[in-house]
């Protein structure tokens, strides 16, 4: 959903549509009910910096809501955090560049990153004619991207992940154990009704597009698992709500793990502090991506791209073999 008229169009913008039972209640209450922990004063203060109408106009926490409106929670844009600076290669051609992605990256300028961004680094580092990222991961995702470097070997990599004519694989440090070593996910998805308009949710057969991912047990350890996992389908965050969906949420998620996205905005808040990342297991969402798969743009021939799990997932696996050693619980 776009920004009120008003307030800076690249904002992040929360969504709360009032069900008849919560009608009548007083707008602060109602924030209270509708983000969990959230303390009485704390509310009253969200609602006084960011409670709008979908017109532009500012609300109060005195105000009762109505049954069927939307109440909008509008955060306007921050400095532009610090990011890593650095990016391996992988591979390179005069057609194709692939990067190994460190985590807590962005791809592309947002209303929070500029020039802290995959994007400004190659042109830093390649100059006027940078090459061009032919897909995405999220920011705190690591691996595998490719980039065309000149605009034919971009237009073709893009085809080619437009008609899913690419493999991917990912590894993922997940929340319990699996029953099964393998298996397949398959639970439609679709924007989330209410909350963070970024967020994606499963829903029930028939209620949403299709999505299928696929995973296979790497390891077992201290109530962690580590997966392989595919896609099928190409959906917005689709190994993320398909995990926490069977109730094995990436460690470090926060926006799909069992405390909902309460841990986002708290660092949205506070910024990364020791207390939410014992809360969430981990700094970044312990997902990379290990392995593309995809045929080259100039040659035709299959060209494979391996980054292998990056360092701070080795520790943070690590970590649970030691504490199981030690007769102690891993983090969560």
């Not at 009608?23 to 924030?31: K, T």
């Not at 509008?74 to 390179?92: D, K, M, N, S």
């Not at 605009?151 to 319990?176: D, P, Q």
Request: proline letters at 7%; a neutral charge; hydrophobic letters at 35%.
């Amino acid at each position: 959903m776009s920004s009120p008229p008003g307030t800076d169009p690249d904002s992040i913008v929360l969504r709360f549509p009032v069900a008849r039972e919560f009608a009548g209640q007083r707008l602060d209450v109602f924030i209270q009910s509708r983000i969990p922990r959230l303390s009485r004063t704390r509310a009253q203060a969200i609602v006084k910096a960011c409670a709008y109408r979908s017109d532009g106009t500012r609300r109060r926490a005195s105000e009762r809501v109505r049954p069927g409106e939307v109440v909008l929670l509008v955060r306007q844009r921050f400095v532009e955090p610090e990011t890593p600076q650095e990016f391996g290669v992988l591979y390179e051609d005069p057609h194709v560049l692939a990067v190994d992605k460190p985590a807590g990256l962005p791809m592309h300028p947002t209303a929070t990153y500029h020039r802290n961004t995959l994007t400004w680094l190659l042109r830093q580092r390649y100059g006027d004619s940078p090459p061009h990222i032919a897909h995405r991961l999220d920011r705190e995702t690591s691996g595998v991207v490719l980039c065309g470097k000149h605009r034919e070997a971009e237009r073709g990599l893009k085809m080619a992940f437009e008609g899913r004519r690419v493999s991917k694989i990912y590894l993922a440090i997940v929340r319990g154990e699996p029953s099964d070593d393998e298996g397949t996910i398959d639970i439609p998805m679709d924007r989330a009704r209410e909350g963070l308009h970024l967020l994606m949710e499963a829903r029930a057969e028939g209620d949403g597009l299709p999505a299928r991912s696929h995973y296979r047990v790497r390891e077992r350890c201290g109530g962690h698992t580590l997966l392989e996992l595919s896609l099928e389908t190409g959906r917005q965050h689709q190994l993320r709500v398909h995990l926490a969906a069977i109730g094995h949420a990436i460690v470090g998620d926060k926006l799909y793990g069992p405390d909902g996205s309460e841990p986002f905005l708290e660092q949205i808040e506070t910024g990364m502090t020791e207390a939410l990342r014992r809360w969430v297991g981990h700094d970044r969402q312990a997902l990379h991506a290990h392995r593309v798969t995809v045929e080259h743009p100039h040659t035709g021939e299959q060209l494979v791209v391996e980054s292998p799990l990056a360092a701070d997932l080795q520790t943070l696996w690590s970590s649970y073999g030691e504490a199981a050693e030690q007769g102690g619980a891993g983090a969560p």
